[in-house]
């Protein structure tokens, strides 16, 4: 399975107070912040001291990262793009790891589709549907 590592998700209640704290370890913001109403959040990519993050607000309620800040969680999931997306999903279901959500457009990542699977150990992966093929892209 040809998987690139693209980032490691970390849910936060306010991007906004999490950029200073990060800041004295290395990391800076790539851009600005992503607003995806599909997903139901707000997302800003750091990178610089160590792996790229992504740092996930929930938008509103009825976000799901509502559920894992609820329960003290921060970093939550792997990330990676993958060329071939549906060959990908296959590989892990075929291994155990069961879809907490359809494949669906991301706004972080112009309309690529995205989903997330997890394992009986509730390992999270996020599979990023490449740009074409098996290049890597940038968010």
Not at 22 to 35: K, Q, R, S, T
Not at 73 to 92: C, M, N, Q, S, T
Not at 114 to 138: D, H, M, P, Q, Y
Request: proline letters at 7%.
């Amino acid at each position: 399975m040809d998987l690139h590592f693209h980032h490691l998700g970390m849910a936060c209640r306010n991007i906004a107070a999490e950029l200073p704290e990060l800041a004295i370890v290395g990391y800076n913001p790539e851009g600005p912040i992503i607003e995806d109403p599909i997903q139901q959040v707000r997302i800003q990519f750091v990178s610089g001291g160590g792996p790229r993050l992504e740092l996930i607000e929930p938008a509103d309620a009825q976000s799901p990262v509502q559920g894992i800040l609820k329960r003290g969680g921060k970093f939550y999931h792997l990330a990676y793009e993958v060329g071939r997306f549906d060959d990908a999903i296959a590989y892990f279901r075929e291994r155990q790891y069961l879809p907490v959500s359809s494949p669906a457009p991301a706004v972080a990542f112009d309309m690529r589709r995205i989903v997330f699977l997890a394992s009986a150990t509730r390992t999270l992966i996020e599979l990023i549907e490449a740009r074409t093929g098996c290049e890597s892209a940038k968010a």
